[in-house]
């Protein structure tokens, strides 16, 4: 099913070029420095129980184009909020999955999951109703061996390191477990700080008063709220090895307020007061926050703004967050981030990486910012736009303004662990391309395409995220 030369130009000038870029990074380690995968994985190292369990129930990719088509979530075993009843018939959903396989042609989703099942399972045939239950019963067989175990595919994988994701209240018992158990593979976690700095995030209140508890600090007060997050940014980094800290802020807003506006803001949104204007102050004026903060522990922060998170208000209802109904939505930088660049734009000890879903900012304002604050850097091509015409079009919209090394090579912030060799090997592929057009056009020479390939691929994330 992989052409070796997929993703790489029809032109056979270029495609040569590619092929000789991307024999040099091909078989890089993989430096995976923002993600959601489960750390319970590796800390328990079990066996994944199915093939849906492993790919289908865990990835909003899949489940969304389905629940797009009206399959319902239940049907494809997506657990609900009030433990209603949903499918557990694990090989009742791969062939759901393989009923509306032709939903997927074009789409990144294919991709991976054809790359994971070649790759990883020796699947050659298509999935379709007529070998769903072949493929099935080979991943199945395959995920009852201990090669197939977490720490092993971690390993096969070629994956140097892996960053998790967790809320300042999660005790990071899993990460823990990794550390004390001896094995060699290096999952780290990242600081996501939302369900206490958000006062419209659900359980503000009681995150809050939680956040105190645990760190023993008076979080009814400003300055012992902001005591306890720096006690739990310095617990991340000595317990969990955390390098990042991670903002999902609905937009890209900051503020730098006085300190008794923000004791007054901080004290109307304990009380559940705050009008949506002044929750989106409070968190602008956190993110300012956290970029003093990161100044003073050297975690780097990364700000992924634009997502109108749960559209859907009854898949909400019923199922909970990040099931597939987040949308894109305009995305303004330039004024919205100038209280935070007036103060710290200029440290060259900060690292500030920007993401976005709007990718009409590129151009006009993030390849502008990032080339010239010395604290920012681009995130890469992110969530509806991790594809190769997303891809493709981050590149040949920023590198003229901002150049290769404002950005921070790739992060495939996914869920579904299988994807992550998959992901980077098709950002690999799409660099290449890119370099070997401009190399074609004798924009670039062919010796320093090279090292472009191996930092895009490699180099620039470890030393944006401190690896």
């Known amino acids: 099913m992989l052409h070796p030369d997929r ?44 093939p849906a369990a492993l790919f289908v129930k865990p990835d909003h990719y899949a489940f969304r184009m389905l629940y797009s088509q009206g399959v319902p979530l239940e049907s494809l075993g997506v657990p609900r909020r009030d433990g209603g009843a949903v499918e557990t018939d694990s090989r009742k959903i791969w062939r759901l999955l393989a009923d509306h396989w032709h939903l997927f042609p074009g789409t990144p989703t294919r991709m991976w999951l054809e790359h994971a099942f070649e790759t990883a399972f020796g699947v050659t045939e298509r999935l379709s109703p007529a070998t769903a239950d072949a493929i099935y019963d080979r991943i199945e067989s395959c995920l009852r061996t201990p090669e197939f175990r977490p720490r092993a595919l971690f390993e096969r ?63 009814a007060t400003w300055k012992g709220y902001l005591a306890a997050l720096e006690n739990r940014r310095r617990y991340f980094k000595e317990v969990g090895g955390a390098t990042s800290t991670d903002h999902g802020h609905p937009t890209a807003v900051t503020a730098d307020l006085s300190t008794a506006e923000a004791e007054a803001l901080f004290a109307k949104a304990l009380r559940g007061t705050v009008t949506a204007a ?3 102050l409070f968190r602008g004026h956190m993110l300012t926050e956290m970029a003093r903060m990161s100044l003073e ?29 987040d949308i894109p939505s305009a995305t303004e930088y330039v004024r919205a981030l100038k209280p935070l660049l007036d103060r710290f ?35 890469p091509a992110w969530w509806f736009h991790d594809s190769p015409e997303g891809m493709r079009r981050f590149r040949e919209m920023t590198t003229e303004t901002a150049g290769f090394y404002n950005t921070v090579g790739f992060n495939d912030d996914t869920r579904a662990f299988c994807s992550i060799p998959a992901r980077h090997d ?24 090279v090292e472009l390939a191996t930092d895009l691929a490699y180099r620039l994330a470890k030393n944006a995220y401190k690896l």
């Open 278 to 280: 002044e929750a989106e």
């Open 7 to 50: 993703l790489f130009s029809s032109d056979p000038t270029q495609r040569a070029i590619a092929r000789r870029l991307y024999a040099e990074v091909q078989n890089l380690p993989i430096v995976s420095p923002h993600g959601h995968t489960d750390p319970s994985w590796f800390a328990l190292n079990e066996a994944f129980p199915d």
């Open 426 to 449: 098709v950002a690999r592929r799409v660099d290449c391309a890119f370099l070997a057009r401009l190399v074609a056009e004798h924009r670039v020479d062919e010796d320093d395409a």
């Open 297 to 325: 522990d050297g975690l780097v922060m990364q700000i992924h703004p634009g997502s109108v998170r749960n559209h859907n208000p009854l898949v909400f209802d019923r199922f909970g967050r990040d099931k597939g109904c």
């Open 157 to 219: 994988f070629n994956i140097e390191v892996l960053a998790t994701t967790e809320s300042p209240l999660d005790p990071l018992e899993h990460h823990k477990a990794i550390r004390e158990s001896g094995w060699k593979g290096r999952v780290i976690t990242a600081f996501r700080p939302d369900p206490v700095v958000d006062p419209e995030f659900e359980g503000f209140q009681a995150n809050v008063a939680t956040l105190g508890e645990i760190t023993g600090e008076d979080t």
């Open 345 to 379: 734009g200029n440290e060259r000890d900060l690292t500030i990486i920007l993401f976005t879903l709007d990718e009409t900012s590129y151009s006009r304002e993030l390849a502008p910012l990032a080339g010239h604050y010395p604290a920012l850097r681009l995130g």
